[in-house]
């Protein structure tokens, strides 16, 4: 019985070193709200200017209440990843964010075609997507930036370090 389903895929050989990054914000109390769109007016601001090595970002609803809504981008590779993510405007406001979460949670979980999954959950009182069957622990160590994370050897200078977010 032939289909009528128009079936088809990608051919993503061009894209050998594909990141993928699911990114979410959860507002974790009613002053949340605010933090909530101001940073979604700095991302839509900052993807309009198309970053290097960003190959597509699109805003994802993840759910209304709890009100957990993000995005999903798709990049070249990770070292333009990272660097996006150590520059400015982008560190500025990650310090900002772990500074005060602002009645938010915030976490993002990365897919690589090179293989290597990794993901961060701040301030997300209860645990979601990898968390949710493969545990929660400190990013400390090892576990603390997402190169490491990855399994990655990444030199260049994080936008902060453990030592600047834990005091030692």
Known sequence: MPTRVNRQTV??????????LYLG??????????TFFSFGR?????VAGKPDGLLLHEPVYYSFFP???????????????LAFARSE???????????????TGFWHETYSAK?????????VP?????????????ARGPMFGSAARLGRS???????TETDLYGS
């Open 11 to 20: 051919d993503l050989s061009a894209y050998p070193d594909l990141m993928v």
């Open 25 to 34: 914000m959860r507002v974790n109390r009613l002053y949340g709200i605010r």
């Open 42 to 46: 700095k991302i839509s601001e900052s």
């Open 67 to 81: 009100m957990n809504m993000g995005m999903r981008q798709y990049w070249r590779d990770l070292p333009s990843l």
């Open 89 to 103: 405007p982008h560190r500025e406001w990650w310090l900002d964010f772990l500074r005060d979460s602002g009645g």
């Open 115 to 123: 293989g290597g999954m990794e993901a961060v959950y701040d301030d």
């Open 126 to 138: 209860r645990p979601i997507g990898f968390g949710r069957f493969a545990g929660i622990q400190r």
């Open 154 to 160: 990444d030199h260049g200078r994080p936008a902060l």
